[in-house]
């Protein structure tokens, strides 16, 4: 079987392939996009970084294929979705970078403390001015972590060798995993108030962007000390920018920016109380020796009918399988996704329970892609089907799974409810409807209601009172956003009704606001599925 290295991976991974008896590599670095056509005619496994682009068009011209890897974490230069219609793997390293960017995040947090680089260009320049870079020292500091997965966690270990006190703001982390780690969990205000010094370890989402912006920074202590090598886009630049100049922030550490490479023109470079690295998290001879040999390692299970690990698309199953586990696997990921978006942040239990059909096929598959699904907006591109229950873990969250003999009105039935740390319930009930078994929610917390499980959802609690349907639709329309399809459900007239609203586009932060603030609504909540 004829393995292409499209990128330029360790030497170490390429020769662990070359080992391999029954593998053809073809080392083909710098393609273009009309050689890969070419390249890819025969080929069972394609191998690359981030430079080579798999695209839909590079997928169908290569029949025989069965896996992409990607030696790093980000699958943006994959078509994810056309591999995964062609039966396509493709897998990741989420971990062999950890140590590295843990490292590099220290680095910029003593670099912090001890203005090093600096006194460093100083000497350089032929001086001798000691005066100019006193610094503090970092032990018995505080240190806080915003976000304490893989990364944070690894920050957390050398921060505890360097005698700090770690503080963690992590809304999906159970304080029971927080005690275990010996930091202390606390919530975002708290973390800004305490904290010496702080650094940021989450994926950039729609909640996370700008989570470090001017308000957040008002509540620090004057002159704390800010760091980020995760995601441009947590910390807000302009905010930075100006808490530097202030003196709110003493000093900062980046890697990573809003635009990249970093403008020229940044203020950001001109600020002496800055040190700025080119996204240097995985630079490191370890991390690319570490993921490089993972990569072909996963390869080589693959192409060998072994464990699949690190999969982005789909669980360890075969082929066939997949065709018939297919649509349960997109109705579980989606029911996850909503259950997480309308529940709880920190939740202690997830059960699942199957009524059916969908719990007579591998139930294990569906349930790691509820999991995977639940996950996927906390932890983005670092979650997967084989990851899933360990993340979840991590969390703190128990998972339990039921299949049920009771009587239903579907002939099959996926219900996932989410336990919250203050013992509040959230539940999603879903099932697959007519000859292409498309997913549909047919149930949200008790209450029946009939919605295609795809897009972007409105799911409004409002007092059952006549003109509500009107209001909602009147207000969207002044909005510019169309209705796809609306469900509606209520327990007796006069009490409280539901409303499921699909629409085609996102509903503005202002429509948003207005739906809220209107006395009938007692809870909306947006949802992108």
Known sequence: MKVLVADKISPKGVAWLRKQPGLEIVEAYGSSPEKMLELVKDVHAIAVRSETKITAEILAAAPLLKVVGRAGVGVDNVDVEAAT????????????????????????????????????????????????????EVFKKTLGIVGLGRIGGEVAKRAQA????????????????????????????????QSDFITVHMPLTDDTQYL???????KTKKGVRLFNCARGGIIKEAALVA?????????????????EPLPADSELRKLPNVTLTPHLGASTAEAQDAVGIEVAEQIADVLNGGIIRNAVNMPS????????????????????????????????NLRITYWGKAGENDANSVTRAIQRGFLRRINGEEVNYVNAPFLL???????????????????ELIQVDATGGD???????????????????????????????????????????????????????????????????????????????????????????????????KQAKYVQL
């Open 393 to 411: 873990q991590r969390l703190g969250v128990n998972v339990e799974v039921l299949k049920s003999t009771a009587d239903s009105d579907y002939t």
């Open 85 to 136: 219609e062609r039966g396509v793997i493709v897998m990741n390293t989420p971990s062999g970078n950890t140590v590295a960017t843990a490292e590099l995040t220290f680095t910029h947090i003593l670099c912090g403390a001890r203005p090093v680089p600096q006194a460093a260009a100083s000497m350089r320049d032929g001086k001798w001015d000691r005066k100019s870079f006193s610094g503090i």
């Open 162 to 193: 360097f005698g700090m006190r770690v503080l963690a703001y992590d809304p999906y982390l159970a304080p029971s995993r927080a005690k275990a780690m010996q930091v202390e969990g606390v919530s975002l205000d708290e973390l800004l108030a």
């Open 423 to 521: 013992g509040s319930v959230v539940s999603a009930v879903g099932t697959l409807s007519g000859r292409s078994n498309q997913p549909r929610i047919v149930g949200i917390n008790g209450r029946e209601v009939e919605v295609a499980a795809e897009g972007k959802l409105l799911v409004l609690e409002n007092l059952d009172q006549p003109g509500m349907v009107g209001t909602i639709g009147t207000l969207l329309g002044k909005d510019g956003v169309n209705i796809a399809d609306m469900s509606l459900s209520r327990l007796a007239p006069g009490g409280t009704a539901y409303m499921v609203v699909r629409v085609d586009t996102e509903p503005s932060a202002a429509a948003r606001t207005e739906i809220k603030s209107n006395p009938a609504i």
């Open 243 to 259: 808490a530097l100049k202030s003196g709110q922030v003493a000093a900062a550490g980046l890697d990573v920016y809003e635009e």
């Open 317 to 348: 199953i075969d082929a066939s399988a997949l065709k018939v586990l297919g649509p349960y696997l997109d109705l579980g990921t989606k029911l996850g996704t909503l259950v997480q978006q309308i529940g709880p942040k920190q939740v202690s």
């Open 212 to 218: 470090i912006d001017e308000a957040a920074l008002a």
